[in-house]
């Protein structure tokens, strides 16, 4: 049982490209998420999927999309990479509401993207 | 009303000495407080969480304590050990399960 995994663990850019941030989980839960960690920012939300074909925007949602085509795998897209973008990137998953333990999020360890 | 106010930024505790952390929330709908403990290059993991219908929970070493009308909570680590050390944040969610994350603690315990 890996939990949740992310790939890569380091990435640069240079402005402008585009590239996709990995994420898988084996615990078959139905509610994954991103999030950016930024020093002093605490983790904010970009988008969240309650189930395959499910997704929805978080609180900073722009400049990234996201698709989820099955329960295992969420990948985040970053359409054309900004210095702003520059970030730790965290990926997480929890069982449905209601089911196990109340609420809690299991993370990866986390991608963290430069953008130059 | 959404945000959740963590303090202190960050924090030094003597080895076998008491760390507290504080948050405060606004919205009174938020019915469930986690605090979520993060070591350098890793992601956050559960620490311990409260429901509003209770004042204290402890495991181990840790304690939140939960003060309803001040819409306030808070972390004690008892004998705080070097092995403490991490960034510490709160949080707070309601019915629609959304976490509204606190900016995070950085603790560091001086042996």
């Known amino acids: 049982n890996a939990g949740v995994t992310q790939t890569p663990k380091f990435q640069v850019l240079k402005t402008g490209q585009s590239m996709t941030l990995q994420c898988a989980q084996d615990?078959?839960?139905?509610?994954m998420s991103w999030y950016r960690q930024d020093p002093g920012m605490g983790l904010r939300l970009i988008h969240y999927s309650v189930g395959a074909g499910i997704t929805d925007q978080g609180e900073v949602p722009n400049g990234y999309n996201v698709s989820r085509s099955t329960t295992e795998d969420f990948p985040l897209r970053l359409l054309s990479a900004a210095p702003s973008q520059t970030s730790v990137y965290f990926c997480a998953s929890r069982t449905h509401p209601g089911q196990g333990s109340y609420n809690e999020q299991f993370f990866g360890p986390g991608t963290r993207l430069t953008v130059l | 009303q959404q945000q959740v106010k963590q303090s202190p930024q960050s924090l030094i505790v003597q080895k076998g000495g008491i760390s507290i952390i504080n948050c405060a929330y606004e919205n009174t709908a938020f019915d469930y407080f986690p605090w979520y403990q993060q070591f350098p290059g890793k992601g956050p993991a559960l620490l311990i969480a409260i429901r509003p219908d209770v004042s204290e929970k402890k495991e181990g070493r840790f304690t939140i304590s939960f003060n309803k009308s001040a819409k306030q909570f808070s972390l004690h680590i008892m004998d705080s050990q070097p092995g403490d050390s991490a960034t510490y944040f709160c949080?707070?969610?309601?019915?629609?399960?959304?976490?509204?994350w606190g900016a995070g603690t950085k603790l560091i315990i001086k042996p």
């Open positions: 615990m078959n839960h139905e509610y």
């Open positions: 949080a707070a969610s309601f019915s629609n399960y959304q976490l509204i």
